[in-house]
């Protein structure tokens, strides 16, 4: 896997590594050192220039800020774990030339009265650590010297003096605006003509965007201090510390070949426990499973910051012959505003190139609060997307629409994402009618829904692998039939007729599709279903008795039953006792305890005839095996009723 995300990112346009950065929120602060009349160098206090970024903000980035961005990445530890101010790790920059640190380290702040408490060292006593192991990356001393006057703006707490003109120009600003706020909150209430209350709207609007540009500092905000210097030299210090941190852990770095390359156990979301011999494999012949090169390592580190950019689709396909596709997938990723997913890109793609879509890797990650995570890794030899013969599915069970006259028309099934819409997920989904193929099982998302989210639990990897891998095996005719009449339960249980008919609808339709060992045509099943509770009626003879047909004629007979109930319960919950049953003989005594709670009603002699088959039907079968024909019988047209008792 970690050599096809190199050669990933190495084809990557240099462009569109950064796309989707922004900056870290919080104040930025640029400093610039001049010469003064005697020729010592300092630092400008009067020349300086700032700005504060807020996510909320709506503008644009301004180019002072996208500026500071690029500083920032070019001075920012890989991780906490690889920053300069260990153990405290509050110093986030690893650059002689920038410092960043969040505002609750500062006097006042959460972790500055925490430490207090503690008796833990501040950060105002840390500069001058951070500083000495900063100025070790430059080459030599002579050169690290020149920069002596920034560490100084920080071990001698000058840099309090800039927060504070700062943060008093901020004021200032902060009072006249939420005075304009004020007045404009005012006029508001008290005006009635709707244009000019949406103008209103949108200047206090504009008002509260200027409000986040001076907005009191946030303990999680970031301070972030820059030397204005040419940005190669921000690169050559940075690239000299990735040198010496893009790998785990050192002992097991060897040294550089002739070539140059360093190789070393990589520091791309790897777990080694190189620093905890007691977790280590102790009767191994090797030390690590691998190594790879510093030109590697820099690619991993690279897409680390990509994928945190949120700037590549999920899941995301990785082409490992078609360098040609793997640049038309990320442009059309692009060309959507980072917004499309796999299914649309995929569907761009197969409009062109459907016999291409193949051999590829596909990789689900998300970024979490724990860091960048990967789902699911696997190959995919050929996606199917279109589906080889169009699915139609039929109204067998006459729903309709809400407000509709006539029954409804299923859209043709033409591909897999359809698919996945129209079938899988109404079986899986959750109470807000989402799926989320690789999150927690939260049982909450499926209340009232016990079966479902029993399925959800069961299947809902074998879906994934179904639609966005075309794995078709990871699905059989067993499964399909699980998943459908646990939800179909759980929509009983709710008095979700609807939905009961519409997976029997579905059901009937893909009987053939996903059963390919066991050509049943169940349509034409539901016909002779229906054709022998018509013999019966007629008094004509019977001839292939089965229980399924049984089962069906058993249906009608209930729904008959059920519909004398004048009980102010309109639910489906009379229909569980039935469903429980597994013997005949208790199943057909349930059936003739009802017919005699509501004897005193009129029965329809259709429903004489069909009643004396059913109470009269003996088998060994387990009746709950006979589901599918129970359940048909009572959610189809109902053949008992007569207008003629």
């Known amino acids: 896997m970690i050599q096809e995300l190199i050669n990933f990112t190495a084809n990557l346009d240099e462009n569109f590594k950064v796309l989707g950065s922004l900056p870290k929120e919080g104040l930025h602060i640029l400093l610039k050192i001049v010469t003064d009349n005697l020729g010592q160098t300092k630092i400008d206090t009067t020349d300086i220039e700032y700005e504060l970024f807020s996510k909320k903000q709506k503008e644009e980035v301004s180019e002072f800020l996208n500026k500071c961005k690029t500083l920032q990445q070019n001075a920012w530890c890989i991780n906490t774990n690889k920053c300069l101010d260990l153990p405290t790790k509050a110093i986030h920059t690893c650059s002689p030339f920038a410092v960043a640190f969040k505002r609750e380290h500062l006097e006042g702040g959460a972790k500055y009265k925490a430490n207090a408490g503690k008796r833990k060292p501040q950060i105002y006593e840390r500069f001058d650590a951070y500083f000495n192991k900063a100025l070790e990356l430059f080459e030599n001393k002579e050169e690290s010297e020149k920069y002596e006057i920034f560490k100084q703006l920080f071990t001698h707490n000058t840099f309090s003096i800039f927060l504070k003109r700062i943060e008093d120009n901020f004021s200032g600003q902060r009072s006249e605006l939420e005075l304009e706020l004020s007045e404009m909150k005012e006029q508001l209430k008290n005006t009635s003509d709707k244009t000019l209350k949406q103008e209103i709207k949108e200047k206090i609007v504009t008002i509260e965007q200027k409000l986040l540009k001076v907005k009191i500092l946030d303990d999680s905000d970031y301070i972030l201090f820059y030397l204005e210097l040419p940005i190669e030299k921000y690169l050559q210090i940075h690239n000299k510390y990735l040198k010496d941190n893009l790998f785990t852990v050192p002992k097991y770095t060897i040294p550089a070949n002739e070539n140059g390359l360093i190789y070393g156990s990589s520091n791309f979301m790897n777990g080694l426990n190189g620093n905890m011999p007691f977790l280590m494999h102790q009767t191994a012949l090797f030390d690590i499973n691998g190594r790879i090169s510093n030109i590697d390592a820099k690619l991993l580190y690279e897409l680390q ?341």
């Not at 960048?372 to 109204?395: C, G």
């Not at 879906?463 to 699905?475: A, C, L, M």
């Open 305 to 645: 910051n990509i994928f945190s950019n949120n700037t590549l689709p999920k899941p995301l396909p990785i082409f490992i012959y078609k360098e040609e596709l793997q640049q038309k997938v990320i442009g059309i990723f692009k060309d959507s505003g980072f917004k499309f997913g796999y299914k649309e890109i995929i569907e761009k793609l197969a409009t062109k190139n459907s016999d291409d879509i193949s051999n590829y890797y596909l990789l689900n990650w998300q970024n979490t609060k724990d860091g960048l995570v990967f789902m699911d890794f696997d190959f995919v030899t050929k996606f199917e997307y279109k589906i080889s013969e169009p699915i139609a599915i039929l109204n067998l069970f006459g729903i309709k629409e809400k407000g509709e006259k006539e029954s409804k028309q299923y859209a043709v099934l033409k591909n897999i994402f359809e698919f996945e819409q129209q079938i899988f997920k109404p079986l899986i989904q959750n109470k807000d009618h989402r799926i989320d193929y690789f999150g927690d099982l939260n049982k909450k998302d499926y209340e009232k829904l016990d079966l479902t989210f029993t399925s959800y639990c069961k299947y809902r990897k074998a879906i994934y692998d179904y639609i966005y891998k075309s794995q078709k095996h990871t699905i059989e005719g067993h499964n399909f039939d699980e998943m459908v009449f646990s939800s179909i339960k759980d929509d009983i249980k709710n008095s979700n007729g609807y939905g009961v008919k519409d997976k029997l609808n579905k059901w009937y339709s893909l009987y053939e599709y996903f059963n390919t060992n066991n050509k049943i045509n169940m349509v034409n099943k539901l016909k002779e279903y229906q054709d022998f509770v018509a013999t019966i009626i007629a008094n004509e003879p019977l001839t292939d008795i089965t229980d399924e047909k049984f089962a069906f004629a058993a249906g009608q007979v209930i729904d008959y039953i059920l519909s004398k109930s004048k009980s102010a319960d309109t639910s489906y919950n009379l229909l569980e006792p039935y469903l429980q049953q597994s013997k005949c003989e208790e199943f057909k005594r349930a059936i003739a305890n009802d017919f005699g709670r509501y004897k005193h009603e009129n029965f329809s002699k259709k429903f004489e005839k069909v009643a004396a088959f059913v109470l009269s039907y003996e088998t060994s079968s387990n009746l709950k095996h006979l589901l599918p024909q129970l359940l048909s019988g009572v959610f189809s047209k109902n053949q008992l009723f007569s207008n003629n008792l």
